[in-house]
């Protein structure tokens, strides 16, 4: 059974090298959506996700975000094979107009289940932390940057909501365990270094079963300025 799963596997990432490897004929050759044809192969139609908690949704993200991971993967800031070899011959300019596609998209969120396998105790500590933070820890509450619905803020805070818990945990954890890096000043790695693994996984696991607002935009802006110093914003 084992060789059959890694058979498919392999299968798989083959298939997805493939796309990968004319990705740059068909980006030059074409208009924006044969450009995006490799991202939607992993996250899922129009960057609207997939099943796979590795894989974030992309669409209606605010750019100035997307630009950031889009040039942190790159230049080296953040790692994964496939994405470093689809962008690492691209240009700013050509970055932000795949930042600006996904950005400009209104596709639905998926319904969110309310099931989850953490305990009371573990949800109650992931609530505390997003809507609160640990002023002893000094961790800021996600509503401090992500906003108070958490849907973002204009034009370089993602949103939180509507994302795989497996996927939200593994972010926190590569700040965590020092694997993933920001423009600096780093806020994230920051954060995420006073945070515990078990913080880690109390509110990814909240976040995870939070339904999403009527309207899941980004916000404008923030009522005050950001708790902690973070790159990538603007001046």
């Known amino acids: 059974m084992k060789a059959v799963c890694h058979f498919f596997r392999g299968l798989a990432g083959i298939a997805l090298l493939l796309l990968l490897g004319g990705h740059g004929a068909a980006m030059a050759a074409g208009g924006i959506e044969q450009r995006v044809a490799a991202c939607i192969a992993c996250h899922g139609r129009e960057g609207a996700t997939t099943n796979a908690g590795y894989f974030p949704r992309l669409s209606g993200k605010p750019a100035g975000y997307l630009f950031n991971q889009l040039r942190s993967f790159r230049d080296g800031r953040r790692f994964n094979a496939d994405m470093t070899y689809m962008v690492q011959h691209l240009s700013d300019a050509y970055l932000m107009e795949m930042a600006e596609y996904f950005a400009g998209l209104d596709l639905p969120y998926p319904p969110v289940s309310s099931a989850s396998d953490a ?9 505390q932390l997003a809507l609160e933070g640990d002023a002893a820890r000094r961790i800021p509450a996600c509503v401090q940057c ?18 795989p818990r497996l996927y939200v945990s593994s972010q926190l954890g590569a700040w ?9 000043p780093d806020c994230m790695a920051e954060i995420g270094r006073r945070m515990t693994t078990a913080d880690i996984n109390a509110v990814a696991s909240w976040l995870a079963v939070q339904p999403m607002p009527a309207d899941p935009k980004p916000v404008s802006s923030l009522p005050a300025p950001l708790p902690i110093a973070c790159g990538g914003m603007p001046k």
């Open 119 to 127: 305990t009371p105790a573990q949800l109650a500590r992931g609530r």
């Open 146 to 163: 992500h906003g108070a619905a958490l849907t973002g803020v204009q034009p370089a805070i993602p949103g939180l909501l509507g994302l």
């Open 176 to 184: 965590l365990t020092s694997e993933r890096h920001a423009l600096a």
